[in-house]
Each structure stands twice: as C-alpha cells, then as structure tokens.
C-alpha cells in the first residue's frame, strides 16, 4: 500500500516555511524523503527509523511518528532551489512511494 | 563516479515491439530496483532485487521481467510493448544487507519510452 501524501501542491514566497505530510496505513520501520527537479531523477534527502527521531538536512527537518505511522517534512525559510517533487517512501521489504507534493518557491 | 547507468536515455517503440532497458550500477551494491514514473504522478515500483539470482514483484510487474545474473547489472525487459507501458522508467540501487530499510536509494538519470 503506497503512503498517502498531503497537501498534493503547495506555493510559497522565499523565507516562508511548509510542512508536507506523509502517512501511511501499514506499520513503518523507516520513511524516506527524496526530491525531484522537473526531467531530473529523484535525489535522497533523508531517512528517519523507529524513534520518533527528527533529522536535519540544510533548512530542512523531518520527524517520524512511528505509533501514528505518520511523518512530516519540515522546510523552513524557503529558498528557490527548494522547488520541486517531494516524495515520501515507505519501506518493509520493498519501497512504496507516495504520489509527491509540488513544492514552488516563488521571489 | 558513475553511479548507477541508465540506457538508453530515449527510446520510441512501435506497439508489439520488444526491447531491453539497461542498469548498471558500480557501488556494489546489493540492492536494486525498476520504478516508472508516468506524467505527473509518484514512482511505481515494477520488480526489485534483494542479490544476484535473486529477483521479486513489486506493485505493477505485468508486461515486464527482470533478471540479475550479476551484482552490477540489473536489465529491465518489455515484451509486447502497449501505449499504457508509456513513461520514464527508473533504476536505483542501495546497499541494503541485515537493515536494507535504512539505506538510500541512488537513482540513474532514467530512460524515457515512448510506445506509438
């Protein structure tokens, strides 16, 4: 069963911050995050375990509630080079990715 | 620093036609997977490999077959290519092992198929 993601798209101005997120109805031993330029192949981010731990990657952050099988990607203080196909992965023994959320950063 | 090699980058294909799309990948890794991405949508896994010899279904196996005689290579083949198989398709790799579910995937630059 692929994750659900939410919002599918968003708009932001630079400096403003988001939240995509990410569940999923099965239970989780990890969730990853990748994102896609447009005509490009998607790039890993990171990926967050069992823990409810959070990780970091320049301005964005991530958590992952395990209980809730929910995790939330955080980008703050947006920049242009943010722009782009956000994806959440779930993985057991295969990968199953979530339909993205369209990311614009606008001046 | 190559990575994982995807090829060909483009390809059009009549209705019927068969054809195989390459992956090659030199980190030694264990783990490798197919996905295709259509217009605008996630990314689908079609069949995954856990090791050499080793090969499984994903989500949407139908229409296509693997193969993983080696560790570096992992060719997707299309047999009686149809319009609906039209879309980019991706290869990616990771080191998976004993905790597979907390390594990244590397992706190749994809092939995009066109089937007219």
């Known amino acids: 069963q692929q994750p659900v993601q939410s919002p599918q798209a968003v708009i932001l101005r630079e400096g403003e911050d988001a939240v995509i997120n990410c569940s999923s109805s099965?239970?989780?031993?990890?969730v990853h995050w990748y994102r896609q330029k447009h005509g490009e192949a998607p790039v890993f981010l990171m990926i967050l375990l069992k823990g409810g731990e959070q990780k970091g990657h320049e301005k964005i952050s991530a958590s992952f509630n395990e209980k809730k099988q929910q995790s939330s990607l955080y980008l703050t203080a947006s920049q242009l080079s943010y722009s782009g196909t956000y994806f959440c992965g779930t993985e057991n023994n295969d990968m199953r990715f979530g339909a993205g959320t369209r990311l614009t950063v606008k001046p | 620093n190559a990575g994982v090699t995807q090829t060909p980058k483009f390809r059009i294909l009549k209705i019927g036609q068969s054809m195989t799309l390459q992956c090659t990948q030199d980190?030694?890794?264990?783990?490798m997977y197919w996905y295709r991405q259509d217009p605008g949508m996630g990314l689908k896994l079609i069949y995954y490999s856990v090791g050499a010899g080793i090969t499984d279904k994903g989500e949407v196996p139908n229409g296509y077959n693997v193969s993983r005689s080696t560790t570096e290579d992992f060719p997707l083949r299309l047999e009686l290519a149809a319009p609906s198989q039209t879309s980019v398709y991706f290869c990616?790799?990771?080191?998976?092992?004993?905790?597979?579910?907390?390594?990244?995937?590397?992706f190749g630059d994809g092939t995009r198929l066109s089937i007219l």
């Open positions: 980190m030694n890794h264990n783990y």
């Open positions: 099965k239970a989780l031993y990890s």
């Open positions: 990616a790799s990771s080191r998976g092992g004993g905790q597979a579910y907390n390594q990244p995937q590397h």
